[in-house]
Nanobody, 126 residues
Framework: QLVESGGGSVQAGGSLRLSCAAS????????MDWFRQAPGKEREGVAV????????YYADSVKGRFTISQDNTKNTLYLQMNSLKPEDTAMYYC??????????????????????WGQGTQVTVS
């Protein structure tokens, strides 16, 4: 089970830190991703981490502003979001059990490559 938290409403330029707590499964070797979905738009991959090695990948739209990280001792995934823009407004989901070892990289931002999903947390930037 994946449970997200940390969403909320912020002004443009602000920051938020999302958390995703995993229970019932150890994701220490899993490919994990943060996705987002805005109303009327497709779900898009934002940031990826290979929990077994720490390799990270980012969508171009968030590169340099968002940072994905993990704490394997707490079985928790994080997304630090800085310099937020109105276009970052969306429901944010964490996902796990993605492509083995997060390979190929091109597959890691595709929603259908992940088997486990959280319920989402809303981020609104005005």
């Amino acid at each position: 089970q994946l449970v997200e938290s940390g969403g909320g409403s912020v002004q443009a330029g602000g920051s938020l830190r999302l958390s995703c707590a995993a229970s019932g499964y150890t994701y220490s070797r899993s490919c994990m991703d943060w996705f987002r979905q805005a109303p009327g738009k497709e779900r898009e991959g934002v940031a990826v981490i290979y929990a077994g090695g720490g390799n990270t990948y980012y969508a171009d739209s968030v590169k340099g502003r968002f940072t994905i990280s993990q704490d394997n001792t707490k079985n928790t995934l994080y997304l630090q979001m800085n310099s937020l823009k109105p276009e970052d407004t969306a429901m944010y989901y964490c996902a796990a059990d993605g492509p083995p070892r997060c390979r190929p990289v091109v597959a890691t931002l595709l929603p259908n490559e992940y088997n486990d999903w959280g319920q989402g947390t809303q981020v609104t930037v005005s």
